[in-house]
């Protein structure tokens, strides 16, 4: 177990940081997409839908939907089980155009069991200022099955979600007017002062002038007259393609729940001592019937009997760990401990309260 956590460790981490596109560690000022949410009702479900009595909003949008078609339900009372209201979400790429197409996620809110087969009705999808953007419509792509009995029911995925692939037209386009910018700002994905001086260097060499300058750990702007393009476009066009090797914290990073542990390659650890062992307590409990004689006057009783037991195991003693220059010398030494991955991660735990753990250590 020990020498396959080893293996892990090796294989998760590369040897060396590697070069990465400069489109790949920002995001240009502008060049973003806007989050969309709509509210509508999907038809034609096999009876799978919701159960108005206990999903009355979708009673009421079908009969304001029904109503804005022109048919007259005032006072009607409606009982369908292939209707389902869902919450509809897409997202807008940055620079759509009016009548374009983008895919849509279909989501129930109230108590349907599936939305396969399902058609959403026309829906409005709005963004955070209040305004509708596209409009949505289509059949349902659900990710999942479900079929039940009497007695027993099977799921498999999740039938109550789908998609629609181009399931909305962009009816509305985004104010932006990127020709006019007379400068560019990149926001660093992972914000690093090292790597935003890099940005800044290799964009100067590129254009042999000084037309890029870092902001903060976080942010380089570009003066798009300086750098003498014919637009921000073509000027975005030159520079995404430039390659950087980015520079990170060290960091140690665990995961309690599953037993893995991820190490970056700048990791270090200072000379330590350790001791390790377990304490393991059991408790068993066991029933005991306890019945009278034979034609004789009692009833028959049960007597718990419990049994307890402590029991610790020899653990590592105390075992020095040597100092570590590079993430194989810290993985190798500290596999030498011989304990499995769950105690490892104490054992880090400890490492980094004593000050020799020289990374960032992060729980999930």
């Known amino acids: 177990m020990i020498r396959a956590l080893l293996v892990f460790l090796l294989i998760a981490v590369p040897a060396a940081a590697e070069p990465v596109r400069l489109k790949d560690l920002v995001e240009f000022d502008g060049v973003r997409g806007n989050d969309l ?16 009595r206990n999903a009355p909003f ?17 006072g009607e009372s ?22 374009g197409q983008i895919d849509v996620t279909v989501s129930a809110i109230g108590d349907a069991t599936s ?39 099977v799921v498999q995925g999740v039938p109550t979600a789908g998609i629609i692939p181009s399931g909305a037209r962009v009816e509305r386009e985004v104010a932006f007017e990127f020709q006019a910018l007379s400068s560019l700002r ?42 003498n393009m014919r637009s921000p476009a073509h000027f975005v066009s030159r520079i995404e393609n430039l ?12 995961d309690q729940r599953s037993g893995t542990i991820v190490m970056g390659q700048d990791v270090r650890i200072s000379r ?31 007597v718990p009997q419990t049994s307890a037991s402590i029991e610790q195991a020899p653990g590592t003693g105390l075992a020095e760990v040597q100092a570590g220059t590079d993430l194989s010398e810290v993985v190798a030494g500290l596999n030498a401990l011989g304990v499995a991955p769950n105690d490892m991660i104490d054992i880090l ?16």
Do not use: C, W
């Not at 979708?58 to 005032?74: F, K």
């Not at 409606?78 to 009548?99: C, D, E, I, Q, S």
């Not at 753990?357 to 729980?363: C, M, N, Y």
């Open 243 to 254: 390659v950087i090797t980015p520079d990170t914290r060290a960091r140690v990073i665990v």
């Open 186 to 227: 990149m926001a660093l994905r992972s914000p690093d002062f090292t790597t935003a001086a890099r940005i800044e260097g290799v964009i100067n060499a590129e254009f042999g002038q000084r037309v890029s300058q870092m902001l903060d750990s976080g942010t380089v702007v570009v003066d798009l007259a300086a750098a």
């Open 349 to 364: 735990k400890s490492i980094h309260a004593a000050g020799a753990l020289h990374a960032e250590f992060v729980v999930n």
């Open 58 to 74: 979708t009673e009421e949008i079908m009969s304001n939907l029904l109503e804005r078609l022109g048919v007259n339900v005032t």
């Open 115 to 153: 939305l396969l087969g399902g058609t959403l009705i026309m829906t409005p999808l709005n963004a955070a200022d209040g305004q509708i953007y596209a409009v949505a419509q289509g059949t349902i792509i659900a990710g999942g099955i479900s079929a039940e009995g009497e007695a027993a029911r």
């Open 272 to 302: 330590v001592a350790i001791a390790q062992g377990n304490l393991t307590l059991r408790v068993d409990e066991s029933a005991m019937v306890v019945q009278p004689n034979p034609f004789s006057e009692g009833e028959t009783i049960v």
């Open 37 to 52: 949410v709509g509210y509508g009702l999907v038809v034609g479900l096999n009876g799978t839908g919701d159960g108005l």
């Open 78 to 99: 409606f009982r369908p089980k292939n209707v389902a209201a869902v919450f509809v979400t897409a997202r807008l790429p940055a620079f759509a155009r009016t009548g």
